[in-house]
Structure formats: structure tokens, C-alpha cells
């Protein structure tokens, strides 16, 4: 059964960096047939995929349009994690970030969510 | 970027009475490997997503066999067929089809009458 474990911050400064990582058990980051993705959720902009990482013989990662110029989503394979960081983040980057484990064309599992507020 | 609509977005139930959700894309789902990648989650109070179907009709392990999936190119329909108290809560489609960028629907809220 994979699990996924969040961890990290849930206050950030505007113009800081936010950084999240989501540790997995069950399951291994360096997996060929899955993807690791970063989903947030707020009021305004409801449920938003962020990005993602995956191995297929080399490493690989997706943006959104959104977040591009801003983001980052790093595995590390010796703690079986990967992590997320945005960068400069504004008060509009308040949200519950989720990590999910992608095993072809879905999300499943998610983890239990981190509330992020950005404020000085 | 594909857009996900749904309706309504919100319903109360009266306790074993049916539920219907639908949701529409802006594009088809048809992927080209035949398989149309349409997912829904179930986001109860305080919880974090959790998947109920994927490719359409599938159900996830432990997923009452009440909930059902259907549909098909660009509109997708999910149905409980007797809600029961523990259904409360968001529930969400989402593309997967036109990969790399993943899309949900806003949510449609199920409260019980």
C-alpha cells in the first residue's frame, strides 16, 4: 500500500521560497511506470496540478503554464522523496499543497496536505 | 489548456435517494491509444482527494459499488445510486488524457437534504 508523507513550512514570507517535501513508502520515487506530482487547492482556484517528476531511464519533469517560471519538483532517491519549491511566492500562493503518486493517467494516492499561508 | 465544467455545484440529497454529477470537457478525452483518461475524486470534510474511478467507469478498490462512472469523448457522468450519510462532501472530475497538463472540474458540493 503507498503511502505519502508531507512535510515542511505552513507559513512563508512574500518574495520567499516555499518548499515542501512528500516522502513515499509502499513504492519508489525511482519507479519507471509512475510519475510524483504537486497539486494545490484554494478558494480561488480550486483544485490546480503544479507539476511533476519520473524516471525513464532519466529524469524527467512537467509545469504548469501557471508556475513555470517559478517551480521546481526535485526527487531524491536516497530518502525515496521528492520535493517541491516555488519560488518568490505572493499571498495568491496560499493553498493546501498535496503530493500524489501518478500510475498512468490519474492521481492515486494523495498525501494528507499541507496548508501553506503566505504572509509577512 | 482543457477546460472542465461541472453541474451542478451543488446538491442535497434526501438519504438513499439517487445523485448524478456531470461533468464536460472543452476537448474529447479520447486519448490516441483508444483509452479515455477521465478520473473522479471524492473530497470528504477535512480530508485530502481520494480517487473513485478512473478511465471513465473503473471503480477503485473499496469503493462502494453504488458509485458509478460513464460517459464518454466530452461528457462524463458520475451516479450514486442511494447516497448515504458518509457520501457528504466535494467531489471532483479530472482529465488526464492530454498529458502532461492535468485538469479539474470546479467541484460539485453533496450535502444531505
Known amino acids: 500500500q503507498v503511502q505519502l508523507q508531507q512535510s515542511g513550512p505552513g507559513l512563508v514570507k512574500p518574495s520567499q521560497t516555499l518548499s515542501l517535501t512528500c516522502a513515499i513508502s509502499?513504492?519508489?520515487?525511482?519507479?519507471?511506470?509512475?510519475?510524483w506530482n504537486w497539486i494545490r487547492q484554494s478558494p480561488s482556484r480550486g483544485l490546480e496540478w503544479l507539476g511533476r517528476?519520473?524516471?525513464?531511464?532519466?529524469?524527467?519533469?512537467d509545469y504548469a503554464v501557471s508556475v513555470k517560471s517559478r517551480i521546481a519538483v526535485n526527487p531524491d532517491a536516497s530518502k525515496n522523496q521528492f520535493s517541491l519549491q516555488l519560488n518568490s511566492v505572493t499571498p495568491e500562493d496560499t493553498a493546501v499543497y498535496y503530493c500524489?503518486?501518478?500510475?498512468?493517467?490519474?492521481?492515486?494516492?494523495w498525501g494528507q496536505g499541507t496548508l501553506v499561508t503566505v504572509s509577512s | 489548456d482543457v477546460v472542465m465544467t461541472q453541474s451542478p455545484l451543488s446538491l442535497a440529497v434526501t438519504l438513499g435517494q439517487p445523485a448524478s454529477i456531470s461533468c464536460s470537457s472543452s476537448q474529447s478525452l479520447v486519448h490516441s491509444d483508444g483509452n479515455t483518461y477521465l478520473n473522479w475524486f471524492q473530497q470528504r470534510p477535512g480530508q485530502s482527494p481520494r480517487r473513485l474511478i478512473y478511465k471513465v467507469s473503473s471503480r477503485d478498490f473499496g469503493v462502494p459499488d453504488r458509485f458509478s462512472g460513464s460517459g464518454s469523448g466530452t461528457d462524463f457522468t458520475l451516479k450514486i445510486s442511494r447516497v448515504e450519510a458518509e457520501d457528504v462532501g466535494i467531489y471532483y472530475c479530472m482529465q488526464a488524457t492530454h498529458w502532461p497538463h492535468y485538469n479539474f472540474g470546479q467541484g460539485t458540493k453533496l450535502e444531505i437534504k
Open positions: 517528476t519520473y524516471y525513464r531511464s532519466k529524469w524527467y519533469n
Open positions: 500524489a503518486r501518478d500510475p498512468g493517467y490519474s492521481l492515486d494516492p
Open positions: 509502499g513504492d519508489s520515487v525511482s519507479s519507471n511506470s509512475v510519475a
